[in-house]
């Protein structure tokens, strides 16, 4: 198991690597617009279909499925990218890159409560020896957190947004909202 392990960890790696510019920009990615449901958009997509098709024959491939959650979410389907990125957190509860993604697909889907809800179990779950290489996933998802906090409890908010700064303290968003709260 543990072989699997490093094998999704190095292909979540080159997947961040590869488009790690559609993970950080969750603050300015279009959802689909269209009024097709979801999955109709993903029913007739090769890749999906064939991905489906390993996990089926091995439903623990969790490499596979990482792929698959990736190619829902390349093809913005939401439900299943999330439902997929679950199903990793089961099999693998400590590798914190499916928390992150499981926000990051809830957060497209304007599901704001369970995108807040993941961000927190990504912010649990990443190690200590692995907080250098996650400094920018960190900083948005403190970011993220202090932002729906600041009505509800700016206490709170505070403290995630200076966190969010430590991690990243080029953040303009994140410069933004930590003086709006310490006005």
Known sequence: MKMAKMNVKNLFLGLMLVGGVSFMNAQTTQTNTNNAPASSQTASNPAIDGLKKQIEANPKDTESLAKLATAYQEASDWTNAVETWKKISVLLPD?????????????????????????????????????????????????????????????????????????????????????????
């Open 95 to 183: 590798w914190a890159p499916s928390y992150y993604s499981q926000a990051y697909a809830y957060q497209s889907a304007k599901d704001d409560a369970n995108a807040k809800i993941a961000y927190e179990k990504y912010i649990a779950a990443v190690k200590p020896e692995e907080v250098e290489q996650n400094k920018k996933n960190l900083a948005y998802a403190y970011f993220y957190i202090a932002f729906a906090e600041q009505k509800t409890d700016p206490s709170k908010a505070k403290e995630h947004i200076a966190k969010s700064l430590q991690y990243d303290p080029t953040n303009q968003d994140a410069i933004k909202l930590s003086k709006a709260l310490n006005s």
